[in-house]
Antibody
Framework: QVTLRESGPALVKPTQTLTLTCTFS??????????VTWIRQPPGKALEWLAR???????YYSTSLKTRVTISRDTSKNQVVLTMTNMDPVDTATYYC???????????WGQGTLVTVSS | QSALTQPASVSGSPGQSITISCTGT?????????VSWYQHHPGKAPKLMIY???KRPSGISNRFSGSKSGNTASLTISGLQAEDEADYYC????????????FGGGTKLTVL
């Protein structure tokens, strides 16, 4: 059974760095073809893809956020970590991690974690 | 890159069929057969319903079907059921020299 769960702070202050952890089970990020991504959704707005990390450690970032976002993995712990620097109130959103599969679709998602940026 | 365009809401009665559109451009929806659809009940994890425009993951009812014409993809739900009431999002690969995907703004489906 594949599961993913996001964890991290619910509240961060402007200019701080956000660190979110995706802990997954039921698959291995060492398996060829497997990728994990981060996606966010600001309140009332569209989903936005943020970053992706592959089984071979290749990384991809949203063009608009690539200067602020870093994705990393710990395959021994089955975790993927997202860091986002210089947080701003516009970054307030529910952050999801998801496994990417065939056709660049996302077959399993976590339930998401709401991050509010406020002083 | 702008989000894909979906209607904000659609509705239908039990047993009826509805279609949700997802309009992009020739750089994304129109150029790749890599459109997926997600069902999202608030507070729960989004669920993959359709991938590669027309394919259904194992366990997804055949009441859900996908199609594409030009720059517009569509999700059709037939035989509407109360549990289909949810938000639906489309997604398309958009290439551009590196990996990138775009999502739609979401459509709220109400089963009357």
């Amino acid at each position: 059974q594949v599961t993913l769960r996001e964890s991290g702070p619910a509240l961060v202050k402007p200019t701080q760095t956000l660190t979110l952890t995706c802990t997954f089970s039921g698959f291995s990020l060492s398996t060829s073809g497997v990728s994990v991504t981060w996606i966010r959704q600001p309140p009332g707005k569209a989903l936005e893809w943020l970053a992706r990390i592959d089984w071979d450690a290749d990384k991809y970032y949203s063009t608009s956020l690539k200067t602020r976002v870093t994705i990393s993995r710990d395959t021994s712990k089955n975790q993927v970590v997202l860091t986002m620097t210089n947080m701003d109130p516009v970054d307030t959103a529910t952050y999801y991690c998801a496994r990417m599969t065939t056709g660049y679709s996302f077959d399993y998602w976590g339930q998401g974690t709401l991050v509010t940026v406020s002083s | 890159q702008s989000a894909l365009t979906q209607p904000a809401s659609v509705s239908g009665s039990p047993g009826q069929s509805i279609t949700i559109s997802c309009t992009g451009t020739s750089s994304d929806v129109g150029n790749y057969n890599l459109v997926s659809w997600y069902q999202h009940h608030p507070g729960k994890a989004p669920k993959l319903m359709i991938y590669e425009v027309i394919k259904r993951p194992s366990g997804i009812s055949n009441r859900f079907s996908g199609s594409k014409s030009g720059n517009t993809a569509s999700l059709t739900i037939s035989g509407l059921q109360a549990e289909d009431e949810a938000d639906y999002y489309c997604c398309s690969y958009s290439g551009g020299g590196s990996f990138h995907v775009l999502f739609g703004g979401g459509t709220k489906l109400t089963v009357l």
